[in-house]
């Protein structure tokens, strides 16, 4: 039976920053239009937070299931690894979903009701991510999944239910952010090239080869700054994003030193911590216009 601190492990609290920083970009952005709502702003957070860790246990559930995660070069798997039993992962993940879906309403109801749809997507577009009999996760989509979900959704959305409108400022740092989730999955899915290709998981990274992905994952951590240029547009203070700028370079260095296998897991962790300072320095950054 897995230890607590096995659990908090198999959640992959790695990723959180993926699932932080789009709530501060979004709020920042909302408070450029005058419209920052901090207790709107903690209940995106909740639904964020909730959202990852789901998405986190249901990889972990469907992928130990299908037997995927036998050979791991990563972080710990639940269910892979057998020290919990698959439908004890598979609840944690429903039980997350279900508090995201519970915040989620909170705001729909004070806001819009059609973002219970919105809610419903991104917990459907969480499960068949590897879940189900065609997972798209599988089939070289994970990048843009994420890219949608933890960039133009999040963002937009926090922004939305405490401004209740959204501007170009909001679709800019939502494109870097989501650009920056996309290079966190990059980075790991780099690593994963070797057992993916063997469980016949045809992910972004197999289809595009090992050296193709390694220039993927430069440009989406150079998208941000390029956004960072066009929010001057906005403010000055913009330019607080490039204090990112040096964990950026330090989460390619081993991507882009041919670096395989554990020796990749620092340009994951780099990455979202890239993320992280951009997402908090542009939150800033909006407020202060």
Same mark, same amino acid.
């Given at each position: 039976m897995?230890?607590?601190a096995q659990?908090?492990e198999?959640a992959?609290p790695?990723t959180?920053?993926n699932a932080?920083?789009p709530?501060?970009?979004?709020t920042?952005?909302?408070?450029?239009l005058?419209g920052a709502?901090w207790?709107k702003a903690?209940?995106a957070?909740v639904?964020?937070l909730?959202?990852?860790?789901g998405?986190?246990?249901a990889?972990?559930?469907?992928?130990g299931?299908r037997?995927t995660?036998?050979?791991?070069?990563?972080?710990?798997?639940?269910v892979g690894?057998?020290l919990a039993?698959?439908?004890?992962?598979k609840?944690?993940?429903?039980?997350?979903f279900?508090v995201?879906?519970?915040?989620?309403l909170?705001?729909?109801?004070?806001?819009a009701?059609w973002l219970v749809?919105?809610?419903a997507l991104?917990?459907?577009?969480?499960?068949?991510?590897?879940?189900g009999?065609?997972p798209?996760?599988y089939?070289?989509?994970g990048?843009?999944a994420?890219f949608?979900f933890?960039?133009l959704?999040?963002?937009l959305?926090?922004?939305y239910?405490?401004?209740e409108?959204v501007?170009w400022a909001g679709v800019?740092?939502?494109v870097?952010?989501?650009?920056f *989730?996309s290079a966190?999955?990059? #980075?790991?899915n @780099?690593?994963d090239? /070797?057992?993916?290709?063997? $469980? +016949?998981?045809?992910? =972004?990274?197999v289809?595009?080869?090992d050296a193709r992905?390694?220039?993927?994952?430069l440009?989406t951590?150079t998208v941000?700054?390029i956004?960072?240029?066009?929010l001057?547009?906005?403010?000055?203070?913009a330019?607080?994003g490039?204090l990112a700028?040096p964990?950026?370079?330090r989460a390619? *260095?081993?991507?882009?030193?041919? #670096?395989t296998? @554990?020796?990749?897991i /620092?340009?994951?962790r780099? $990455? +979202?911590?890239?993320? =992280?300072i951009?997402?908090?320095?542009?939150a800033?950054?909006?407020?202060l216009?």
């Open positions: 897995a230890t607590a659990w908090i198999g992959r790695r959180l920053p932080i920083a709530v501060l970009a979004g920042g952005a909302a408070a450029s005058g709502v207790w903690l209940l957070l639904v964020s909730a959202l990852i860790v998405v986190n246990f990889n972990d559930y469907s992928d299931i037997g995660d036998d050979e791991r070069v990563g972080p710990l798997r639940l690894s057998k039993k698959p439908s004890a992962v609840a944690a993940a429903i039980a997350c279900a995201a879906a519970a915040a989620g909170v705001l729909a109801v004070t806001t009701w749809l919105i809610g991104c917990i459907v577009g969480a499960w068949f991510y590897t879940g009999k065609k798209y996760g089939s070289g989509f990048e843009v994420v949608v933890f960039g959704v999040a963002v959305g926090t922004q239910v405490q401004a409108r501007d800019v740092t939502a870097a952010v989501g650009s *989730s966190v999955l990059v #980075a790991n @780099l690593r090239i /070797p057992t993916d290709t063997e $469980s +016949g998981k045809r992910t =972004l990274a289809r595009l080869g992905t390694r220039i993927l994952h440009v951590l941000p700054f956004a960072t240029l066009v001057l547009a906005r403010t000055p203070w330019l607080l490039l700028v964990l950026a370079i390619n *260095s081993p991507v882009r030193s041919g #670096a296998g @554990l020796a990749l /620092p340009a994951l780099d $990455s +979202g911590l890239a993320m =992280l951009w997402g908090a320095a542009t800033v950054a909006l407020s216009a």
